[in-house]
């Protein structure tokens, strides 16, 4: 069936350090890809999307290509920020348009 | 703009009683969602509207039902709390199914059930 993989966190960095979180997929057909962010306390909130193969969503200094070949997703960013400590969710939605969520990724950076 | 409200923001609850979790959006969304939020296991679907009038069963409905009048609005209730119902609940929507993918998410209800 569908499903979404990441990482196992937590992952701890120093500020400034260069981010990736790994996502892969399994999916029929052709899926749209997504990556959200949840700050502490809060609801999820939609970071990037792309919707087919090799389209690069970003978003805020984050980015993550859509690579169909690898059925991969992963997530980078250059520099952290302490402000981008947050758990991070890949997610996929299915061409019936059911949508599936990655365990999550916590990020923690440190100054 | 609100965007997505929730109510309450925490309670605890006893086991056996019965409540009813607010969900109000102003965007004027044809879909939304509950989940659940529980460490270790993610989130997890409990039901979902495409549309008002219409409900459906996600990936963990037993012990829950919802309903959908209006546009709105979408109240997940407990009937009957069990302390395995303890968890952080999430109302989400989207403009449509076909944007399922790019939900909007609400803060939140801690519930604790005792």
């Known amino acids: 069936g569908d499903s979404v993989t990441q990482m196992e966190g937590p992952v701890t960095l120093s500020e400034e350090a260069f981010l990736t979180i790994n996502c892969t997929y399994t999916?029929?057909?052709?899926?749209?890809l997504f990556w959200y962010v949840q700050y502490p306390g809060e609801g999820l909130q939609l970071l990037l999307k792309a919707t087919k193969a090799d389209d690069k969503g970003s978003n805020k200094g984050f980015e993550a290509t859509y690579r169909k070949e690898t059925t991969s997703f992963h997530l980078e960013k250059g520099s952290v920020q302490v402000s981008d400590s947050a758990v991070y969710f890949c997610?996929?939605?299915?061409?019936?348009?059911?949508?599936?969520f990655g365990p999550g990724t916590s990020l923690s950076v440190i100054p | 703009t609100a965007g997505i409200t929730q109510a309450p923001t925490s309670q605890i609850l006893a086991a056996g009683r019965s409540m009813t979790l607010r969900c109000t959006q102003d965007m004027r969304h044809n879909a939304m969602y509950w989940y659940r939020q529980d460490l270790g296991l993610g989130l997890r679907l409990i039901h979902y509207s495409n549309t008002a009038g219409t409900t459906g069963k996600g990936e963990v409905p037993d012990g829950y039902s919802v309903s959908r009048a209006n546009t709105d609005d979408f109240p997940l209730t407990l009937a009957s709390a069990v302390p395995s119902q303890t968890s952080v609940y999430f109302c989400?929507?989207?403009?449509?199914?076909?944007?399922?993918?790019?939900?909007?998410f609400g803060p939140g209800t801690r519930l604790t059930v005792l």
């Open positions: 997610a996929l939605k299915t061409s019936y348009d059911k949508v599936i």
């Open positions: 989400a929507s989207s403009s449509g199914t076909e944007r399922a993918g790019e939900q909007f």
């Open positions: 999916a029929t057909g052709y899926p749209s």
